[in-house]
């Protein structure tokens, strides 16, 4: 069964650090159905929100392997 699944991550102004995120959730089998980015400024970090079509048994350590991601600071789901 897939499920929708929504996050809101923040990330560090490295220039790889949106692709990590998207590399990781590809190689996880999620389907991006929508991604939202936002760069860094010297108030605030990069921020990216990314909905995912996954299955249950994938998408559980989905949010664990996105916060062991270099340059990710943050990830909240909901």
Request: proline share 5%; hydrophobic share 35%; glycine share 8%.
């Amino acid at each position: 069964m897939h499920e929708t699944r929504r996050f809101t991550i923040e990330l560090s102004d490295a220039p790889d650090a949106l692709p990590r995120v998207v590399s990781l959730c590809r190689r996880r089998g999620a389907r991006i159905l929508a991604l939202s980015y936002s760069g860094a400024d010297r108030h605030r970090p990069a921020r990216l929100e990314i909905a995912l079509r996954t299955d249950q048994r994938r998408g559980r350590p989905l949010a664990a392997g996105l916060s062991g991601l270099l340059d990710v600071r943050d990830v909240r789901e909901g």
